[in-house]
């Protein structure tokens, strides 16, 4: 098969996953090009193969034998993934095989956004805060909250790099706050361990606002995160507006922690989906505020640049970048 053939990049999310049948190019800046894509919802199908069994099925008749997923989760030796937010069992061994295809190859999913940051104009990004240019060519953190919390560090090593994908999201929750130590109590009597993603996701987002409501002794009126986000940003239900403030404080002082805990002296993006939905109201929360707020790293953190993806398909040129680069011919 010649090495310019398209192939499938799919990325798959809690909720959604994005497939695109893509292209090489052969140019540094733009080393993929989409040919077709499409989104589709979990929940519709019993499994990712019957998802990407589709979407190969309106392609006209393209031919296509090879493809990577970009996922989250830990992959073990039999093949499967530990993910604890899709809904269906995840084995690309088996998916290879069910479809026919000569090689599927995973990837984390934020490792493959990693893989894609740098391609990314400026046009499609919007700066939180921190110089408009890095001061250094140094490791790179991808962060996002969607339907769980992915994390990556992308490392310049010469003229390559290396990405280190991480489960940031499974980290314990840290908070800085009399309110935010009241919410995690709340969460505390319902389990042991409460991650990051329990709080910075989009159902984090609801856990916040049910936990607020325990809190503050009210009945809660939602019961899903676009609802919660809805009646924040309209400005007609304190509690929601309350509940995705502390959202957005803690997010700023989790990514300076990682920031610091990763030695982050490059750029951080943030990529997840529940973001961009509420770019303005972040823009005006206190999260650049608690990410600076580290005490004598202060001057440090406001060196990076902290910017805001907004990319729909990222997660697809991330996994496509990063596939090129594992079946490159070596030179």
């Known amino acids: 098969?010649?090495?310019?053939?398209?192939?499938?990049a799919a990325d798959v999310g809690g909720t959604h996953v994005r497939l695109g049948l893509v292209r090489?190019?052969?140019?540094?800046?733009?080393?993929?090009?989409?040919?077709?894509?499409?989104?589709?919802?979990?929940?519709?199908?019993?499994?990712?193969?019957?998802?990407?069994?589709?979407?190969?099925?309106?392609?006209?008749?393209?031919?296509v034998s090879r493809g990577v997923i970009a996922s989250a989760g830990f992959p073990m030796e039999d093949g499967t993934v530990i993910t604890a937010n899709l809904p269906w069992r995840l084995s690309p061994r088996e998916i290879q095989g069910e479809l026919g295809l000569d090689d599927l190859r995973l990837v984390n999913d934020f490792e493959a956004v990693a893989y894609a940051a740098a391609l990314v104009g400026d046009q499609e990004v919007l700066?939180?805060?921190?110089?408009?240019?890095?001061?250094?060519?140094?490791?790179?953190?991808?962060?996002?909250?969607?339907?769980?919390l992915g994390g990556a560090v992308w490392i310049p090593t010469g003229r390559s790099a290396t990405v280190?994908?991480?489960?940031?999201?499974?980290?314990?929750?840290?908070?800085?706050?009399?309110?935010?130590?009241?919410?995690?109590?709340?969460?505390?009597?319902?389990?042991?361990?409460?991650?990051?993603?329990?709080?910075?996701?989009?159902?984090?987002?609801?856990?916040?606002?049910?936990?607020?409501?325990?809190?503050?002794?009210?009945?809660?009126?939602?019961?899903?995160?676009?609802?919660?986000?809805?009646a924040a940003t309209a400005g007609d239900d304190p509690l929601a507006r309350e509940a995705l403030d502390v959202f957005c404080g803690l997010l700023g002082s989790t990514v300076g922690d990682m920031a610091l805990l990763y030695g982050i002296t490059g750029s951080i993006y943030l990529a997840g989906g529940i973001l961009p939905r509420i770019r303005e109201f972040l823009l005006q929360s206190s999260f650049?505020?608690?990410?600076?707020?580290?005490?004598?790293?202060?001057?440090?953190?406001e060196r990076i640049p902290v910017r805001l993806v907004e990319h729909g398909q990222l997660g697809v040129l991330g996994a496509a970048n990063w596939y090129l680069g594992q079946t490159a011919a070596p030179h």
């Open 164 to 230: 280190l994908a991480t489960e940031a999201g499974q980290a314990a929750l840290s908070v800085g706050t009399e309110l935010e130590l009241a919410l995690l109590g709340q969460m505390l009597k319902k389990r042991s361990h409460v991650p990051v993603e329990h709080a910075l996701s989009g159902p984090g987002l609801l856990n916040l606002y049910t936990a607020l409501c325990e809190v503050r002794g009210v009945t809660p009126m939602h019961t899903a995160p676009d609802a919660i986000t809805a």
């Open 24 to 63: 090489p190019t052969g140019k540094d800046l733009q080393p993929v090009e989409i040919l077709s894509y499409r989104k589709y919802a979990c929940a519709a199908f019993p499994g990712l193969a019957q998802i990407i069994g589709d979407f190969i099925g309106g392609l006209d008749g393209t031919r």
């Open 127 to 148: 700066r939180l805060t921190g110089p408009k240019h890095v001061s250094e060519r140094g490791p790179t953190l991808v962060l996002g909250p969607g339907t769980g």
């Open 1 to 8: 098969m010649s090495d310019a053939a398209p192939f499938i």
């Open 288 to 301: 650049v505020e608690r990410f600076l707020n580290k005490g004598p790293m202060r001057a440090a953190l």
